[in-house]
């Protein structure tokens, strides 16, 4: 009986085990003593990556915001998929890179995947959007097909981004839609064009930005739990974006969790959790712009 006892302990002990945390593969930061540092922002303890899996593990909605050109963030996330569903079953994944019209497609090749029969090109099958890097993305989305629970469009579809830009409808709720919220999102509206945006335009684009969060909450409030976004990080602020939307929309069991390159700032109050990763090399996208 202890004998048994003892192998039965082993083998829990085994399959609680997490994976190692996958090489850097950015190049700028690798000697930072800040890379892979992971605080908990409430108190500014450092954790462990298996005590950050522990904490995110009994929350219904994690939010995860990431740069979406950095390889670790896509590395990252995949590690922290495949370790929460170590600890607990996942409910569902949801992505700001997919649009509403790609859900029958989406749903259709897990569907195939399912019964063994893939597409033999994936990304045409998802109708996947050329301006997210298929590359980056490949080996999350090919994993989430692979599971048993849902992967669900998050966005907006284009055709709605646009309708907004002409007519802005009205957004409901006091979090979402407070000065100290509205005037960050036009600034970073304003750096992001490189200054060239006239100044007439800011406000049809932060009513396409906050109704984006706004679509983005819905799906997350609706969907499987638990549930687990991926976004880019200002979508995924909590003193910005979406967590306000789930505020306004009732919601209050959410965490955010922001992958971050070393050597920036982070913005108190922004994020629950903080995972300092390595750095792309800087790009200046406004100077050939300005030239």
Same mark, same amino acid.
């Given at each position: 009986?202890?004998? =048994?006892?003892?192998?039965?302990?082993?083998? =829990? $002990?085994?399959?609680?085990?997490?994976?190692? %945390?996958?090489?850097?593969?950015? @190049?700028?930061?690798?000697?930072?003593?800040?890379?892979?540092? %992971?605080?908990?922002?409430?108190?500014? +303890?450092?954790?462990?990556?298996?005590?950050?899996?522990? /904490?995110?593990?009994?929350?219904?909605? +994690?939010?995860?915001?990431?740069?979406?050109?950095? @390889?670790?963030?896509?590395?990252?996330? #995949?590690? !922290?998929?495949?370790?929460?569903?170590?600890?607990?079953?996942?409910?569902?994944?949801?992505?700001?890179?997919?649009?509403?019209?790609?859900?029958?497609?989406?749903?259709?090749?897990?569907?195939?995947?399912?019964?063994?029969? &893939?597409?033999?090109?994936? @990304?045409?099958?998802?109708?996947?959007?050329?301006? *997210?890097?298929?590359?980056?993305?490949? &080996? !999350? +989305? /090919?994993?989430?097909?692979?599971?048993?629970?849902?992967? #669900?469009?998050?966005?907006?579809?284009?055709?709605?981004?646009?309708? %907004?830009?002409?007519?802005?409808?009205?957004?409901?709720?006091?979090? $979402?839609?407070?000065?100290? +919220?509205?005037?960050?999102?036009?600034?970073? %509206?304003?750096?992001?064009?490189?200054? !060239?945006?006239?100044?007439?335009?800011? &406000?049809?684009?932060?009513?396409?930005?906050?109704?984006?969060?706004?679509?983005?909450?819905?799906?997350?409030?609706?969907?499987?739990?638990?549930?687990?976004?991926?976004?880019?990080?200002?979508?995924?602020?909590?003193?910005?974006?979406?967590? !306000?939307?789930?505020?306004?929309?009732?919601?209050?069991?959410?965490?955010?969790?922001?992958?971050?390159?070393?050597?920036?700032?982070?913005?108190?109050?922004?994020?629950?959790?903080? *995972?300092?990763?390595?750095?792309? &090399?800087?790009?200046?996208?406004?100077?050939?712009?300005?030239?």
């Amino acid at each position: 009986m202890r004998a =048994l006892l003892l192998i039965c302990l082993g083998l =829990l $002990s085994a399959c609680q085990s997490l994976a190692p %945390i996958p090489a850097w593969q950015s @190049p700028k930061g690798r000697d930072d003593p800040q890379l892979g540092q %992971i605080v908990e922002s409430s108190t500014g +303890v450092r954790l462990t990556p298996a005590q950050l899996v522990e /904490r995110l593990g009994g929350v219904d909605r +994690v939010l995860v915001g990431e740069q979406h050109d950095n @390889p670790d963030h896509h590395a990252l996330e #995949l590690w !922290l998929l495949q370790a929460l569903a170590s600890r607990r079953a996942q409910g569902s994944v949801l992505l700001e890179m997919l649009e509403p019209a790609q859900q029958a497609n989406v749903d259709t090749v897990r569907q195939q995947v399912a019964e063994g029969t &893939p597409p033999t090109d994936l @990304p045409a099958a998802l109708a996947w959007q050329k301006g *997210w890097d298929w590359a980056g993305y490949s &080996p !999350l +989305v /090919r994993y989430v097909l692979a599971q048993p629970y849902p992967l #669900l469009a998050a966005n907006l579809d284009r055709s709605e981004s646009m309708g %907004i830009y002409r007519a802005a409808p009205s957004l409901n709720g006091s979090a $979402s839609t407070a000065p100290a +919220v509205r005037e960050p999102l036009l600034e970073q %509206i304003r750096q992001s064009h490189c200054g !060239l945006l006239p100044e007439s335009q800011l &406000p049809a684009m932060l009513a396409v930005q906050q109704q984006r969060d706004r679509r983005i909450a819905e799906r997350l409030r609706d969907a499987p739990l638990p549930a687990l976004l991926f976004t880019g990080a200002y979508h995924a602020r909590r003193d910005l974006g979406v967590p !306000l939307h789930l505020t306004d929309l009732g919601v209050r069991d959410a965490s955010v969790l922001l992958l971050v390159e070393v050597g920036q700032q982070v913005a108190p109050g922004s994020a629950d959790f903080i *995972w300092y990763t390595a750095a792309q &090399p800087e790009q200046d996208h406004c100077a050939e712009l300005h030239r």
